[in-house]
């Protein structure tokens, strides 16, 4: 019993029914820390995308390379660490928001990345364009370059979006109850892996690939010549 | 404790870092250009199976397939009456590959339909065999252009080896979190164990450049 839900092992396909309410339950957390985890993720990403713009090298290169150290080093560690070091600076958060905050830092790398490509795919004639027209600079970002980098950026972030749902089963590891650590204990608790573990792989799978034709019919529904802000 | 006490039990775990990433990668790029070849065949068989595979291990979570593997095999194997439990190195090494294989796989078969269509007709004017045509003309042009993207798998790929320590192999991630238990000293140790994955992970890339540059040879035209 988990959740205050019982699971008939009568049989394996009363089993599976049994505990797929149970399995849900997790299916929740498992959304809530990718959703989490993604905000985290597009927020701190924007800093390290302006950062890395800058222009002074002394801040430019030292955002540059915590990024390739956040891409570089695995989310397990990165995890790990939070959980354990930051309680020592007198930090304590819940374990859901370690694993989320982890999540987000991870993929804050990648997402600067591309805000940075957004922006730069922007031809080069549509600056010059802008300031011919004699444009201020915080108007030709907001007015041309932003409605046409979105178009681009979008797309992209649905992609993080889906990579990040499927390694929050990494926030087992710290006692968050997503669908994995559900299943794991359902196991844990019957000696019956197969089938919870089947059930998750098969949820796994139903959820990307509807957040895959998300992305795809997003990335084909946005007008690529940028999106009017007004 | 002193730092330096730390770093021979951490390198002992790094070192079968490296032999997990060598394998699994070696073994990934085999299952990446199975498969990427395989997805685009014209054999309806050979197509399905491929694109099944690509599908449910890049739509599934990497812990998903290797918990999978290691707890729900042994238990499928016992209802068929085969002995399918695995040492955790099989299980980590074949998960890892399995998984890095199917992102591969794209990786591939995008290369291949990106070479230029009169490459296919100029193959095939000079009569030249399906096979010919995929080994000859196709894969030297292809190779050059998957170079980038199979660096950041490789990367991608180490870093996912740190998962197996959750299936008790005794790899970096494992070692930091044993002395961690046993000493309590967790920033010290987790600090080390980042710059370790960091180090291992720059001289990954430095491997993957200098392969990208030997393979960027065979590109046309000699570039």
Redesign the interface.
């Given at each position: 019993m988990l959740f205050g839900i019982a699971w008939d092992t009568s049989s394996g396909w009363a089993f599976a029914i049994s505990i797929l309410p149970i399995l849900l339950r997790g299916l929740v957390v498992t959304i809530q820390a990718t959703v989490v985890g993604f905000f985290i993720a597009l927020v701190v990403g924007l800093v390290w995308a302006a950062l890395k713009a800058a222009p002074l090298r002394i801040v430019s290169w030292p955002a540059a390379i915590v990024t390739e150290?956040l891409?570089?080093?695995?989310?397990?560690?990165?995890l790990?660490?939070l959980y354990?070091?930051l309680p020592?600076y007198g930090i304590v958060l819940p374990a859901f928001m370690t694993g989320a905050l982890a999540l987000g830092l991870q993929y804050s790398a990648y997402t600067s990345e591309v805000y940075r490509a957004g922006i730069e795919a922007v031809p080069r004639g549509q600056h010059e364009a802008a300031r011919a027209l004699n444009l201020k600079g915080m108007r030709t970002f907001t007015h041309i370059v932003l409605p046409q980098a979105v178009p681009r950026i979008i797309p992209a972030m649905g992609n993080y979006l889906v990579s990040i749902?499927?390694?929050?089963?990494?926030l087992?590891?710290v006692t968050v109850l997503e669908m994995?650590n559900v299943a794991?204990i359902i196991?844990d608790r019957t000696f019956?892996?197969?089938i919870p573990?089947?059930m998750?792989?098969g949820i796994?799978?139903i959820m990307?690939?509807i957040a895959?034709a998300g992305v795809r019919f997003l990335d084909m529904r946005l007008p690529k010549r940028g999106i009017p802000l007004k | 404790m002193d730092w330096t006490a730390y770093l021979n039990p951490l390198m002992q775990g790094a070192w079968v870092t490296i032999q997990l990433t060598f394998y699994s990668t070696i073994l990934g790029a085999i299952l990446s250009f199975a498969a990427g070849i395989g997805k685009t065949s014209t054999n309806l068989a050979v197509r399905s199976l491929a694109v099944t595979y690509i599908?449910?291990f890049?739509?599934?979570?990497?812990?998903?397939?290797l918990?999978?593997l290691y707890?729900?095999?042994p238990?499928?194997g016992q209802?068929l009456g085969i002995d399918l439990r695995l040492p955790p190195v099989v299980a980590g090494v074949l998960a890892l590959s399995l998984n890095i294989g199917a992102y591969g796989a794209e990786v591939v078969r995008g290369a291949i339909e990106a070479v230029s269509r009169d490459q296919y007709e100029a193959a095939k004017a000079l009569n030249f065999t399906p096979r010919k045509t995929l080994w000859r003309i196709a894969l030297p042009q292809a190779i050059p252009e998957m170079m980038p993207s199979f660096g950041n798998l490789a990367?991608q790929n180490?870093?996912?080896?740190?998962?197996v320590?959750?299936i008790s192999l005794s790899d970096l991630?494992f070692r930091?979190?044993q002395l961690?238990n046993f000493t309590q000293d967790?920033?010290t140790i987790?600090?080390m164990?980042?710059f370790m994955?960091?180090g291992l992970?720059?001289v990954l890339?430095a491997m993957m450049k200098m392969l990208e540059f030997y393979v960027g040879r065979w590109r046309a035209g000699g570039r």
């Open positions: 150290f891409r570089d080093t695995p989310l397990l560690i990165q790990f660490f354990y070091v020592e749902m499927k390694d929050v089963p990494l087992s590891v994995l794991r196991g019956n892996y197969l573990l089947s998750v792989g796994y799978l990307t690939l895959s | 599908e449910v890049r739509g599934t979570s990497l812990l998903v397939q918990f999978w707890f729900a095999l238990v499928a209802a990367i180490l870093k996912d080896t740190a998962l320590s959750l991630a930091a979190e961690r967790s920033t987790y600090t164990a980042l994955y960091f992970a720059l890339t």
